[in-house]
């Protein structure tokens, strides 16, 4: 377990609680999140390379795969956007496959899903916002992205209620980073705890009755854990895809 928190042991959560005054293992314990995170970006780079190193004219199953879930996140992205999404896929494609692996790393025995902690999610939503801030700067340039956060005025009362507009835009602003990690780092968290929860029972239901093995309470969450997680990468896209279409002015985008 993690501290307090209910969740499945990782091995790198049993090294430490083995060999604590081991340097290594401290080290491996305070850069916990981003050790399983580069574990998974290593994992993700192998499979999309095995994937697509050897294309073939009839694709094998695997290809096959990458390719339809390609093709329908490619058609989801460029439903919002429209003929901009086409330069702003590998940036969301990348976030919704990296996400979704660091969610489902922790269903994998003694992995851990990186997402399940802030400061992961909180890394993910600030690029996001420092991709989107650019974008905002590069479409309409800094005064105009001022204008714009001030309610585009063009009367005189429409000047007057800049100083209440402005603030509210950029709360707003900031706002989106914030909601983001939370909604992922809150769900992904609460799975995890919950098959953690489940999996004690099992124990403490059999340690009450005098036997050795335990009883795997957890199985049938772990499909749930699978939905979510696809669930919460799909969000967490998606929500970057209208915030990326916020940014794109608008008679750019009715080309």
Known sequence: MSGDIPELPNFIQILYNNYPDQKWVLFLHRFEDLFFSLIVIVAMVLFCYWGVHKKALIPGKLQNGMEFGLETLQNLIM?????EGAKHLPFLGTLFIYILMLNWAGLIPLMKSPSSSLDVT???????????????????????????????PKGVASWLLVPLILPL?????????????????????????????????????????AVTLTVPLQIPFVFLALLTGFMQALVFTMLSTVYILLSIPHKEHSK
């Open 122 to 152: 909180a890394s993910l939503a600030i690029c996001v916002f420092c991709y989107v801030q650019y974008l905002n700067i590069k479409n309409m340039g800094v005064l105009g992205f001022l204008y714009h956060l001030a309610g585009s």
């Open 169 to 209: 835009e950029l709360l707003a602003q900031i706002s989106r980073p914030v909601t983001l990690a939370l909604r992922l780092f809150g769900n992904i968290l609460g799975e995890h705890i919950l098959l953690g929860v489940f999996a004690i029972l099992g124990v403490v239901w059999l340690a009450a009755y």
């Open 79 to 83: 439903g919002i956007l429209g003929p």
